[in-house]
């Protein structure tokens, strides 16, 4: 107490805060120094500095009568970010409008011009179902290992999404994982690359340019992807939906000023939100616990599953078809939308460069951000 | 924590499964609207499986000489973060 009039937070620091502050420093630091995923990083650190400091009462929570000075999942919000987290992710209105952004940002171009690409998207969520099975022999509930599993996906909206469904209290683990990892793509991938492709696999020319599609194609596409994957699985319907509606405004030539705002400014309002309400959830309470260093692990074991299962796909896939394919670009199948070709496109000038390979790999990116919405939206539908 | 195994693997075998499945069904869909969009080529689910790079299948770009056009490196695909 100060002058006997103001209580400072010194008393109430815990070496637990005092963790979660280097924590938090350590977020900033990778996204500031090292720039790694900066946007979400950046929010996230600040978001964990400032919750651990003890008495700001930014995540207080009041439960039958009582102030916890951590978010309690079920609990009445009382502090600024404890609102913000309770209508922003509890009523998963963030998440799915960031969708909304993400698909008024991406060209399906690629896709439609070369759909079975889209099967490289689904051979990469292997690594969604590999982890959500290890993560349930080492002991996780069914609904926490989905939780898990969909790090896999790298795809972060859509793991907050389905964290936020199935496991709430595992939201700060997962999402961070899942940003941490997506940031990491270029040192994960391509050891896992090499490893399962020879040199000569990964010297197979392909044509660097895709056939021209037209804006017929692309309008009708968001239109057709939403209904069938939503008659498929109802309960994808909410990310498909917006996904593919953000993307029927960019491709529609009509709504340029909604494409706009959807994939810039309430896109960046939306990832200041997001990343302070999941560093804020990132309390010692909340986070601290042996869990969650579980989560870490195997967050990079789904993503080092998901790029073989992509890999190993594109093997299969020459087997059968007469213009080989370079396995490589099967690697891009994790989401991680454009890191995920991007470094494809690197190691594939390495090996031949006659190769440019982005545009190829580029159909598996996008493939699979659909194949890790779908894969979540069936994890909500069977276990929920 | 006990985990009811039957239902886990009905979650993870068939979810991975359908994940599948609604991808091929969307892929064939996509398959048959560019053919549909671009008649010059007929649709076949021959072509579909057989042929390397799909775009062929359903094109209407000819190109005229056998130099492949030039390459953009830089083509859509403007910064180092990833969108999602």
């Known amino acids: 107490m100060l002058f006997d009039v103001l209580e400072t937070g010194l008393p109430g620091i815990t070496w637990g805060a005092i963790a979660m502050l280097i924590g938090g420093a350590l977020l900033l630091y990778l996204g500031i120094v090292k720039k790694m995923e900066p946007l979400l990083l950046v929010p996230i650190g600040f978001g964990v500095i400032l919750v651990n400091m003890p008495f700001g009462g930014l995540m207080d929570t009041v439960v039958d009568g009582v102030l916890y000075h951590y978010y309690v999942v079920g609990g009445e919000p009382v502090g600024l970010l404890s609102r913000l987290f309770y209508y922003g992710l509890d009523w998963e209105i963030i998440p799915l409008f960031i969708f909304l952004g993400l698909g008024a940002m991406t060209d399906f171009g690629p896709i439609i011009a070369n759909p079975k690409t889209l099967l490289l998207g689904a ?3 292997f690594g969604v179902y590999f982890a959500f099975f290890a993560a349930l022999l080492l002991g996780f509930s069914i609904h926490e290992a989905a939780s898990i599993g969909i790090i896999g996906g790298a795809d972060g909206p859509t793991t907050i999404y389905l964290t936020n469904r199935l496991a709430p209290t595992f939201i700060g683990s997962t999402a961070v994982a899942a940003y941490t990892y997506m940031a990491l793509v270029p040192i994960i991938q391509p050891p896992i690359i090499k490893l399962l492709t020879s040199k000569k696999e990964r010297q197979i020319y392909m044509k ?25 699985v109802p309960a994808a319907a909410p990310l498909i939906g917006m996904f593919m509606l953000g993307n029927l405004l960019r491709e529609s030539g009509v709504t340029e000023r909604l494409a706009d705002t959807a994939s810039n400014a309430m896109m960046n309002i939306l990832t200041v939100c997001l990343g302070l309400c999941v560093g804020a959830f990132m309390t010692a309470e909340n986070f601290l616990r042996f869990e969650s260093l579980l989560v870490f692990c195997l967050g990079i074991v789904a993503f080092a599953a998901a790029t073989a299962g992509g890999i190993l796909l594109a093997k299969l896939m ?7 394919i370079n396995p490589m ?3 891009a199948g994790v989401s991680a939308v454009p890191m995920a070709a991007r470094v494809v496109q690197k190691i594939g000038q390495e090996e031949n460069p006659q190769n440019f390979l982005l545009m190829q790999a580029m159909g598996p990116n996008i493939a ?4 890790t919405a779908t894969a979540a939206g069936l994890f909500i539908g069977m276990l929920q | 924590m006990d985990v009811d195994w039957n239902q886990a693997l009905q979650v993870g075998m068939i979810g991975f499964a359908l994940v599948f499945l609604v991808l091929v069904i969307l892929a064939l869909v996509m398959q048959f609207t560019g053919w549909f ?8 689910f021959k072509n579909f499986f057989k042929k390397g790079e799909g775009d062929e299948a359903v094109t209407d770009l000819k190109i005229e000489s056998e130099e492949e056009p030039e390459y953009d490196p830089d083509l859509q695909i403007s910064n180092g973060n990833n969108q999602n």
């Open chain 1, 123 to 125: 051979g990469a969520q």
């Open chain 1, 208 to 232: 660097p340019q895709l056939r021209e599609v037209s804006r017929k194609e692309k309008v009708i596409f968001p239109v057709i992807a939403a209904i069938i994957i939503i008659l498929l």
């Open chain 1, 318 to 324: 020459n087997l059968f078809i007469k213009e080989k």
């Open chain 1, 329 to 331: 670009i099967g690697a």
């Open chain 1, 368 to 371: 699979g951000v659909i194949g």
């Open chain 2, 37 to 44: 969009f671009n008649k010059s080529v007929g649709f076949s």
